[in-house]
């Protein structure tokens, strides 16, 4: 049994003061009540640890490589993609094992309990399967757990390279499967995960309208189970015009009727949308997944955040690119987006919460929901998943309630206020930083030292 006290804590009752949360040892909480007796393990203010609901770990590689102009001059997503394309063609398990390590480590010293990784890279280049299926997959995994980050794994089905149902080329290669074969690599995937932490688990991710056709869509349906459901959708507005060739109609037009969305989905981007998709997709109880300082860097577009949070959507959040692994900058970033385009503030609160406290709990609900994780809250029976803020420095002053949130949202530095994270009761972030910390970026530098070495850019 662990013990922790917070001088305040973020119920679902509201804000509580002086608080002992007790960890049993399946990793779940088993009581959270008032006491004024401080205890080994202390923190100023204890929050439910969000889920990163996103991610592409070896993106994480990419950083500052894709900042240069092309030489016609219209950089866009698509011309990102070409260098991405050829970055990640020579990845070995290795490299991706130990990228991975860096980018949950950062997730966890951001404040994230959880990441569901959405996991795209399973073969050898040219499209050569490795000699276990899911190779790749078991780096992922072993990664995760070395770190003690609470993983749900997404293998991704991806046939086509566009909606023609063109051959995948280049690094696009590494990715391909037939429905067949992502069958097998689910069934290998599963049982890996059998072998992990209990709070591991698999769900299954269609990677975009643009790189599946019907058929694999019903068949990840079919495969998921009870399990999550994601998928990339409306991200730019090419893929708009594809899909609309294509299949007919907009892509979230398409979606929401031809298939069951329900909540087990999670539609990752949605940065185009109508005014009728916004409320429609809302209705769904299905979660949006937003990348706020992965799509601005890409250019995406602003999320109609107004209009859906009015009409009872779900949302959360993910760092995707892991370009900037912060979780609360990304909120700031939403924030400031809707701000931006409607020239007002205070854009996504309610009358009875402040910004930070309406997007914290907003998001880490919707984060927990669409990776299907029993945490992000505070109370008995959750998954111990635990984020501890340190409130004694320049950046917090001591503040008490929502507005330790929202200074932690909008005031810049929050990730340094960040001081102890447990994920199923695992504590792997103390005094800020993770307990392996020098170990997992020496293994990163040298994978980077490698990869410069054997010339990319
Ligand atoms: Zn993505």
Redesign the pocket.
Known sequence: MQIIHAKQALTPTGWMADVEICINEAGRIDSVQRQERRCDQSVDLALPAPANL?S?TFQRAMGGLTERRGPRGHDSFWSWRKIMYQFLDQLTPEDVQSIAALAFMEMMEAGYGSVAE?HYLHHAPRGLPYQRLSEMTERIIEAAQAVGIGLVHLPVLYQFGGCDRRQLEGGQQRFGCSVEQFGYLLEEARASVAQAPSDFSIGVAPHSLRAVDSRGLQACIELAGDGPIHM?LAEQLAEVDEVLEHLGSRPIEWLLASLPVDTRWCL??CTQMTAEETIGLAKTGAVVGL?PI?ESSLGDGIFAGVAYTEHGGAMGV?S??NIHVAYFEELCTLEYSQRLRDKARVRLATADASVGRYLIEKTTRGGHQAIGRDAGYLAEGAQADILGIATDNRWLCHRRGDMVLDSLVFSGHSSNCVSDVWSAGRHQIKDGRHVRHDQIVSAFQSTMARLTQDGFR
């Open positions: 996103h592409h959405f990339h990752v981007h990348c992965t993910g995707d690119s």
